[in-house]
């Protein structure tokens, strides 16, 4: 069974940090591009971030750049979206989202190029 499973999510203060993960069970990373995606409460999804399968090239979307870094681990077929400086708008259900193809699509925020999504973490950034 092919899945994604994200992890990592919970109840932050403003200012606070938390490391995201994403790890793969039947099949292998190494040749998905991964994208980060949220949710919050009556908004659109949001595409966070986009890294290419090895991993040398990645995307952010405006609101998170500076803030969030995107890694993976194709040893542990596992990437990572750490999240520092957290404010209280970054709260949303966090997905991940993985696309067969080497690098990032020009088009990589809306997720419609994703073949598979995992069923999200929720991220609380309140004090």
């Known amino acids: 069974q092919l899945q994604l499973v994200e992890s990592g999510g ?3 203060q403003p200012g606070g940090s938390l490391r995201l993960s994403c790890a793969a069970s039947g099949f292998t990373l190494d040749y998905y591009a991964i994208g980060w995606f949220r949710q ?4 659109e999804r949001e595409g966070v971030s986009c890294i290419s399968s090895r991993g040398g090239s990645t995307k952010y979307a ?3 750049k500076g803030r969030f870094t995107i890694s993976r681990d194709n040893a542990k077929n596992t990437v990572y979206l750490q999240m ?3 404010k209280p708008e970054d709260t949303a259900v966090y997905y991940c989202a993985a696309d067969l193809a080497p690098g990032c699509s020009s088009s990589w925020s809306l997720g419609y190029a994703m073949n ?3 069923k999200g973490t929720l991220v609380t950034v309140s004090s």
């Open 10 to 12: 919970g109840l932050v």
């Open 40 to 43: 919050a409460p009556g908004k």
């Open 62 to 64: 405006d609101s998170v």
């Open 84 to 86: 520092n400086s957290l």
């Open 116 to 118: 598979y999504w995992g």
